[in-house]
């Protein structure tokens, strides 16, 4: 297709004629003197003859082949050299505005138009324009940067980029704290761009977010770690980063029921699926990225487990998901159960839940209480070792209460965790211990959850061998385990007998030792009374008074002892199970000798 050529004389038609082709795109029929005056490249060029081909008479042709805005920012130029050449004040009718400076200030410097060519030159001219950039309204700022995506590493260069992602950042920052309307301007084209539906932006501190996310993914990085240098308010950040996210990756084609490729698929679709995946994985590394930036406990857990799945599907990188986990691991302790239940990629792998996801994140958080506790018990590194004592304060004390209650909120997560997969047929025992064992004796007050997971499991499982049966048992500590527990667990038909007659023999010792102290407090109120008993009263006769307090036994002790009666029934019949089963066995026993006898005398 010929290219489309325009013309552009001065008054004086004898000056030489300049031929520019533009990046292979469109050409200019220009006159030499205006541009030569102005332009150093061009300049340049002209001096060295040697690269000029003729193209007609007093005409000469130059080519650019990277000249960054292509045709429109060159004739933004070549416009910009012509009204100064006619002598018009501030280059007559040519204007810089925030929808054409940024073209005009990266073409000026590829062009070399500098003041030592001619004064007020077209870099002079653009910097005095962005000179107040600060001050000017936020959509005239996001004009400009909107505009430099054409020319980013030419407006990387002439530092456009930087001072308007300062301006967003700190404006963002400052409105959002102060609620005031980010309309007002001062910059030199105020009136003309002043957009009417910014009047009616929504005075709150998410009013920036839809801007933002209509930017580049690069520009849009800038933005936020510059908000994140000026102190920006991080839980804001961390859901902004999440509305992004949630707002492109449907753009770019992603559902939550992400298709794979299948035999139907042509080649050419093949690619472009394979091209937009790599995409979606780059737009969801640098969230993530920009996450890792923010304080621990920003991004709420619900959303960080969100993304979590998203890069399950998209196949993202290692170290993404492990940087992702670790976040999450920060804040375990507010995870909820429906978060945890993730689906393990791809299905028929040994399970129907991703229970190593589990395992890793309960490592991550319990490596974080590790780092608590070096920190709050210090250990000498010098002389003897000796206990060192934690730091007094009520910072500390704060701290631990914290930690524990942090602690135990995990683990009561984990019991509802196993109870939710204890149905799985395909979940192994050694993976059920694993995750049973993964937190501290210490974390749990009580071991009911645990023990109804795992009778869940045997239930579910009954083809699991006694001696698997028997390590699983192990996880539950019975002396955390309630009366009803104790209780359920010596008549769990799916315990070994052994087990049983040992978690009854357990119960009745608590048993013996809470009645052992409880008859040391009454001894105790005894005592006292005696010591009120042995001062002198008055004599006041009362024979119908009514026995004190304390020859009363308390209503707990009555609890204690008629406990302690059923589990006595409860040994008595288990002991008796236990004597019927040997006696089976010694007749097993004698009449497998009696058989033997008798085959031998036949």
């Known amino acids: 297709m010929k290219n489309k050529q325009q013309e552009l004389f001065l008054e004086d038609p004898m000056h030489r004629l300049l031929e520019v082709e533009v990046n292979g795109e469109h050409t200019f029929v220009l006159a030499q003197d205006p541009l030569v005056n102005r332009c150093g490249r061009l300049a340049k ?142 910059s030199p084209d105020s009136s003309s761009n002043q957009s009417s539906s910014a009047n009616n932006k929504r005075l709150s501190r998410t009013w920036w977010f839809d801007d933002v996310c209509s930017l580049s993914m690069y520009l849009m990085e800038r933005i936020v770690k510059a908000m994140i240098s000026n102190n920006m308010d991080n839980r804001i950040l961390a859901r902004f980063l999440v509305h992004y996210v949630q707002t492109a990756l449907p753009t770019l084609g992603y559902h939550s029921h992400h298709q794979r490729s299948t035999a139907s698929t042509t080649r050419d679709e093949h690619i472009l699926q394979k091209y937009t995946q790599k995409v979606q994985r780059e737009l969801l590394e640098t969230v993530i990225a920009l996450l890792g930036h923010l304080d621990h406990g920003s991004a709420p857990c619900s959303s960080l487990f969100g993304l979590l799945r998203v890069t399950s599907a998209l196949n993202s990188g290692r170290s993404c998901r492990k940087q992702l986990e670790k976040m999450i691991g920060h804040q375990l302790d507010k995870a909820s159960l429906d978060d945890i239940v993730i689906p393990l990629r791809p299905t028929g792998s040994g399970s129907l839940y991703d229970v190593d996801l589990v395992l890793r994140l309960i490592d991550r958080f319990l490596s974080d209480q590790d780092i608590f506790s070096e920190m709050t018990f210090p250990t000498p590194i010098n002389g003897p070792i000796m206990a060192s004592q934690p730091p007094s304060g009520s910072s500390f004390r704060r701290a631990l209460t914290k930690f524990e209650h942090s602690l135990t909120k995990v683990a009561d997560l984990i019991d509802k965790y196993l109870v939710e997969i204890a149905a799985d047929p395909q979940l192994k025992p050694f993976k059920f211990k694993s995750v049973a064992k993964a937190l501290p004796d210490s974390a749990r007050l009580m071991h009911d959850g645990l023990y109804r997971a795992l009778d869940l499991y045997l239930q579910a499982h009954p083809a699991v061998s006694e001696s698997e049966t028997m390590e699983l048992c ?62 002198p009263v008055p004599a006041v006769n009362h024979p119908s008074a009514a026995p004190s307090a304390v020859d009363q036994p ?33 007749r097993m026993r004698s009449d497998m000798s009696s058989r033997r006898t008798r085959r031998l005398l036949c």
């Open 45 to 186: 060029i002209i001096r060295g003859t040697t690269i000029l081909t003729a193209c007609r008479v007093n005409a000469l042709r130059v080519a650019f082949h990277d000249l960054p805005g292509g045709p429109q920012a060159f004739e933004l130029a070549a416009r910009f050299c012509y009204w100064h050449s006619s002598g018009s004040p501030r280059g007559g009718g040519f204007h810089i505005t925030a929808a054409n400076v940024s073209l005009l200030r990266c073409i000026a410097e590829y062009m070399e138009m500098t003041e030592e060519f001619s004064p007020r030159n077209l870099i002079k001219e653009t910097e005095n324009f962005l000179q107040n950039l600060v001050f000017w309204s936020w959509n005239e700022v996001l004009l400009i940067l909107r505009s430099c995506e054409p020319v980013l590493p030419y407006a990387e260069k002439t530092h456009i980029v930087h001072r308007c992602v300062e301006s967003l950042a700190w404006k963002a920052s400052t409105i959002s704290s102060t609620c005031q309307s980010p309309t007002s301007s001062t």
């Open 474 to 535: 192990k996880v539950v500590n019975y002396q955390k385990l309630s009366f009803e527990g104790c209780k359920h667990a010596a008549q769990n038909p799916r315990f070994p007998a052994r087990l049983a007659l040992q978690i009854l023999l357990l119960q009745q010792a608590k048993l013996r030792d809470t009645i052992d102290h409880c008859f040391f407090k009454e001894g105790l109120r005894v005592s006292d009374s005696s010591r009120y008993k042995e001062a």
């Open 554 to 586: 308390s209503p707990e002790f009555g609890l204690i002892i008629r406990q302690n009666e059923e589990l006595k029934s409860d040994i008595n019949k288990m002991q008796a199970k236990v004597s019927e089963l040997e006696k089976l066995c010694k």
